[in-house]
């Protein structure tokens, strides 16, 4: 079984945090929304394992539950 990867993979983390609220700015929130809808999607057909993303979404909600949004 494929377990999810949760630790930066990313040589400039910054830069991939930095690419994703550049990739929001000037949008409103349904449109950001849609953006966020349509890359999740895109994720997760590159990742392409059920298994990871049925730990992604689990380890998502968790993290969700903990900060106290509710989402």
């Given at each position: ?5 949760n ?22 929130q ?41 989402r």
């Open positions: 079984m494929a377990e999810l990867r630790e930066s993979r990313f040589a400039d983390p910054d830069a991939a945090y930095n690419a994703l609220v550049d990739a929001h700015r000037g949008l409103d349904q449109e950001s929304a849609v953006l966020n809808a349509r890359l999740v999607l895109l994720l997760a057909n590159h990742i392409g394992d059920i298994e990871v993303l049925a730990q992604a979404i689990a380890a998502a909600r968790q993290a969700g539950s903990r900060s106290g949004d509710g």
